[in-house]
């Protein structure tokens, strides 16, 4: 059972702002993870604030130049369907499609996947390695986040009271291999015990990881660029990257695997998406 | 807070049929649907996004009706399974799911018709792994998925058996 709540759709993101100075009030976006938390007692809103009614939100360009923009009313089947994306970002489309299931992407968004801030959170990772920036409104004006500094823990983001997310900003991608994979512990849907995000671009020299499931957030390797740089055998460089990761998660045993099994996985798929972008 | 309503009007057309009505904020569309409307052919198998047995098609997409509020449905178009068969007369892929043994206890059915349906609508020559995807949040515990999977192949090649 869900327990009663008032809800409110506003027109404006003024009227979204003021609803959500509300005490215990909470943005809804498609719901598919918040209507759980609620059926769980996870949490006990007394406003939830529909945000699709907010045009500001709509927002989804795609620039050579500018880079990518992506509106907190997109949906992850809109990411699959989307053909310039699937050109020119096709991480993005790849990630969303191995997300939920069919009927849930239609209701999903990419911002309420980074705004649960699961540490699973299959859309993050390829936003780490992109170095996507979070733009958020609120009573005291607009911020710019660095993703990174937006998921700050399990089930923790970084906004403040009365702030909501208006969109995901993504400079333009190199033209670089990506790749993301996910290790579940079924063939069907099913949260990550383990997702990796990767891109390679052999021309700068440029080479980033982000691990997810496997601590708090999900993380973003550092030092990748130098052993990419040094090491020309592929399969000496999976193995020293697959290091680095080992060296930088903190896994935990839970339900879904042990902390054990995710490290094994992890070199696993840090070796696959490294053969993968980097050959 | 006082400004902020528990009780929504909403109007929404089921069916081809408009109903207008107050509904709690908390009220799913799944609750609406078999409560309000006593449309009683979807189900509610886990309540929480799992199963696809609350499947219904709302402005052309499926959705989990389980983890859509009954205002968030206001000024939609919903179809259901009663709203499939027209005149008493079976679409092709209901027919399929006869024809093939795509039905056991019956359970599933509702929403993998949805899926099924909302698939073929989209994409007239579906591949088996195209049917698959569309169906992979539809769980049935009879019939092993194979027999479904060839009845939304027989109706898309409109073959009968
Ligand atoms: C059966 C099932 C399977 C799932 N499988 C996966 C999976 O494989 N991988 C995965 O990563 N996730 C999965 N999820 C979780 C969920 O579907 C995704 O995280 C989804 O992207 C959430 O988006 P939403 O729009 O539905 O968010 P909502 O449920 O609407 O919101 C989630 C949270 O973000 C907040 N929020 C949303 N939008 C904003 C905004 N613009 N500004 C501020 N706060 C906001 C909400 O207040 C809420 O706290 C699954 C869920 C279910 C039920
Ligand atoms: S009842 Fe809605 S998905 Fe199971
Ligand atoms: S026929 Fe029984 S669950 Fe599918």
Request: proline share 4%.
């Given at each position: ?22 005490d ?81 992407r ?51 983001n ?13 400079p ?31 021309e ?52 879904r ?8 996985m ?14 | ?90 679409t ?65 090649s409109?073959?009968?058996?």
């Amino acid at each position: 059972m869900i327990m009663p709540f008032a809800y409110v759709k506003p027109g404006t993101i003024q009227e979204a702002i003021e609803a959500l100075q509300t005490d215990n009030s909470w943005p809804l976006a498609g719901g598919t993870a918040l209507l759980v938390d609620m059926r769980d007692g996870v949490k006990r809103p007394d406003l939830l604030v529909d945000i699709k009614g907010l045009r500001e939100l709509d927002s989804f360009t795609i620039d050579s130049k500018k880079g990518i923009t992506i509106g907190a009313r997109t949906t992850l089947n809109f990411l699959v369907e989307n053909k310039k994306l699937r050109a020119s970002c096709p991480v993005l489309a790849e990630a969303a499609l191995v997300t939920a299931t069919f009927q849930l992407r239609n209701q999903a968004t990419l911002v309420g996947n980074i705004c649960k801030a699961s540490p699973a959170a299959d859309m993050a990772p390829s936003l780490y390695i992109l170095g996507a920036q979070v733009v958020t409104t609120g009573p005291r004006g607009e911020r710019r986040i660095p993703i990174a500094d937006f998921m700050i823990g399990p089930q923790k983001n970084a906004l403040k009271k009365g702030e909501l997310v208006v969109q995901v900003e993504i400079p333009p991608p190199p033209k670089a291999k990506m790749a993301f994979l996910k290790k579940q512990r079924i063939k069907g849907h099913d949260l990550s015990v383990v997702n990796v995000a990767g891109l390679a671009d052999t021309e700068s020299g440029t080479l980033r990881l982000c691990v997810g499931a496997c601590a708090e957030t999900p993380v973003l390797l550092e030092g990748t660029d130098q052993l990419y740089k040094k090491t020309r055998d592929l399969g000496k460089l999976g193995e020293q990257i697959a290091d680095l990761a080992l060296s930088s998660i903190s896994p935990i045993d839970d339900v879904r695997a042990s902390a054990d099994y995710r490290r094994d996985m992890v070199r696993v798929f840090v070796k696959r998406i490294v053969s993968r972008i980097c050959s | 807070m006082e400004s902020y309503k528990q009780e929504i009007d909403i109007t929404l057309r089921v069916n081809g049929v408009e109903y207008r009505d107050q509904v709690p904020a908390h009220m799913t569309l799944l609750q609406f649907l078999k409560e309000k409307l006593f449309l009683t052919g979807t189900k509610e198998g886990c309540g929480r996004g799992e199963c696809g047995a609350c499947t219904v098609i709302m402005d052309g997409r499926t959705v989990n009706s389980c983890l859509v509020l009954a205002v968030e449905a206001d000024r939609s178009k919903i179809r259901t399974i009663e709203g499939e068969a027209k005149r008493g007369r079976l679409t092709a892929l209901q027919k399929a799911f006869i024809d093939y043994g795509g039905t056991q206890c019956g359970f599933c059915t509702p929403g993998m018709i949805m899926s099924g349906q909302n698939l073929l609508e989209r994409n007239q020559k579906p591949s088996r792994d195209e049917i698959v995807e569309a169906i992979a949040g539809n769980l049935c515990r009879c019939t092993g998925y194979e027999l479904i999977i060839q009845a939304i192949e027989a109706a898309a090649s409109k073959k009968g058996k």
